[in-house]
């Protein structure tokens, strides 16, 4: 069955530096995400992206962060300089149409240290 | 406010026994999914009922939505100890993107 699949699975950086997350979406959708968990908190959008470019974003998702989709295969996350409260799960998602669910990945943990 | 908050915030059962979880929101819906999440994985899509249904089954699940409420159940029917895990509502209030707002979750643990 196809999945989203993420790299890294867990990723420890230090405070200033930057980070990037991999993510391949299953290969027939369209519409992209992120999302990330802090340690027992919610789950909380950071961005959509469809048709090579941003459709939405959350407050969250400021100067510092980044989203590509370089190759047609890969949507990447960057970080530009991370920082302590950026240390969370993300979670990379994707969907073939805006009327259903969502497939998510298995995360990416981030530490900053 | 809060959009997606979910009731119990923790829930232990035995196995066998059916568990229920709700769901309330603040705004109108496009739609509610549930999503199940594994201690430490991702979130897997369980279920999604649209603002003009009521009622849907899947499986052992069974969701039900209440609009003039804002409220939405899941419930798990005979449960086994592998449904052990949080489980997540979340709703998406239209417009472009599915931009899920989740809840806190219900941490469901199942005693063999």
């Known amino acids: 069955e196809p999945e989203v699949t993420q790299t890294p699975s867990h990723q420890v950086t230090q405070m200033g530096q930057e980070v990037i997350l991999r993510c391949v979406p299953i290969?027939?959708?369209?519409?992209f995400y992120w999302y990330r968990q802090i340690l027992g908190q919610k789950v909380e959008f950071l961005v959509s992206f469809y048709n090579n470019e941003i459709s939405e974003k959350s407050e969250i998702f400021d100067d510092q962060f980044s989203v590509e989709r370089p190759d047609g295969s890969n949507f990447t996350l960057k970080i530009r300089s991370t920082k302590l409260e950026d240390s969370a799960m993300y979670f990379c998602?994707?969907?073939?149409?805006?009327?259903?669910?969502?497939?998510f990945g298995e995360g990416s943990r981030l530490t900053v240290l | 406010s809060q959009q997606g908050e979910e009731d119990p915030q923790a829930l232990s059962i035995q196995e066998g026994e059916n568990a229920t979880m709700n769901c309330s929101y603040k705004?109108?819906?496009?739609?509610l999914q549930w999503y199940r999440q594994n201690s430490g994985r991702g979130l897997v899509h369980l279920i999604l009922?649209?603002?003009?249904?009521r009622e849907k089954h899947s499986g052992r699940l069974r969701v039900t939505l209440d609009t003039s409420k804002k409220s939405s159940s899941l419930l798990i029917t005979a449960s086994r100890a592998a449904d052990t895990a949080s489980y997540f509502c979340?709703?998406?209030?239209?417009?472009?993107?599915?931009?899920?707002?989740f809840g806190q979750g219900t941490r469901l643990t199942i005693n063999p």
């Open positions: 979340a709703t998406v209030t239209g417009g472009g993107a599915q931009k899920l707002v």
């Open positions: 009922i649209r603002s003009n249904e």
């Open positions: 290969s027939n959708h369209l519409y």
């Open positions: 705004t109108s819906i496009n739609n």
């Open positions: 998602a994707s969907s073939p149409d805006l009327t259903g669910e969502l497939f």
